[in-house]
């Protein structure tokens, strides 16, 4: 149980374009997701806190105009980079809380790693 | 804020050398402790996790840590590494709120070479 999905895994889009990231609890229903980013051989970083029918909480420093999230569901999360860079690339990652299995553990997504070219 | 810390950024080992991975978190408050691991071309997994009770917890794959919460630490340890633990392994902190965990922070984590 506890499945976390990420899609697409990949993707290489052109600077300028906007990139939409699923997340999707697969066998649970997650009142809060959360998205990350690591840089290459780097640590994670936490980008914004989801919550299912209200808007997202973003860290400090994390343009929310630019990462927009949309949390429709009590199984999708969806991470929009809006007019993407170079820059933007990265591997970003996303995770869910399972009530079920206490409020506080968070189970990981795949990852999916966009290139902007 | 809270941070994390972890001592060692690269770590090579032989099989069956025992392993201890230290992590120092920041923060007063009631925190929730975490070690991940991140293999090759993988997702991250959970090894074990501390809430309360108990400060010495056993995980997964023969993985055990000890927190002592007068240090703020949270080490990780195996006596006996194998050739399969060679990765990538994260301490990482969430805040309690009453409500629920806050996202983690992450130490910028621990890269595990085991030799044969």
């Known amino acids: 149980g506890a499945v976390v999905s990420q899609h697409p895994s990949w993707v290489i889009c052109k600077s300028g374009t906007s990139v939409k990231i699923e997340c999707r609890s697969l066998?649970?229903?997650?009142?809060?997701m959360f998205w990350y980013r690591q840089f290459p051989k780097q640590s994670l970083m936490l980008m914004a806190t989801?919550?299912?029918?209200?808007?997202?909480?973003?860290e400090q420093g994390v343009e929310k105009d630019k990462f927009l999230i949309n949390h429709a569901s009590l199984t999708l999360s969806t991470l929009t980079v809006t007019s993407a860079h170079p820059e933007d690339s990265s591997f970003y990652i996303c995770?869910?809380?399972?009530?079920?299995?206490?409020?506080?553990?968070?189970?990981f997504g795949p990852g999916t790693r966009l290139t902007v070219l | 804020a809270q941070s994390v810390s972890q001592h060692n950024h690269h770590v090579i080992l032989s099989e069956a050398a025992s392993l201890e991975l230290g992590c120092n978190y920041s923060y007063g408050g009631t925190v929730n402790l975490f070690w991940y691991v991140q293999y090759p071309g993988q997702h991250l997994q959970l090894l074990l996790k501390y809430f309360s009770g108990d400060p010495l917890v056993k995980g997964i794959k023969g993985f055990e840590a000890e927190f002592i919460k007068s240090k703020f630490s949270f080490n990780l340890r195996k006596p006996s590494v194998q050739w399969s633990d060679t990765a990538e392994y994260f301490c990482?902190?969430?805040?309690?709120?009453?409500?629920?965990?806050?996202?983690?922070?992450f130490g910028k984590g621990t890269h595990l070479i085991i030799q044969p």
């Open positions: 990482a902190v969430s805040l309690y709120s009453g409500g629920g965990a806050d996202g983690l922070t």
């Open positions: 989801s919550n299912e029918g209200s808007k997202a909480t973003y």
């Open positions: 066998d649970f229903q997650a009142t809060t």
């Open positions: 995770s869910a809380r399972d009530p079920g299995q206490g409020i506080n553990e968070q189970f």
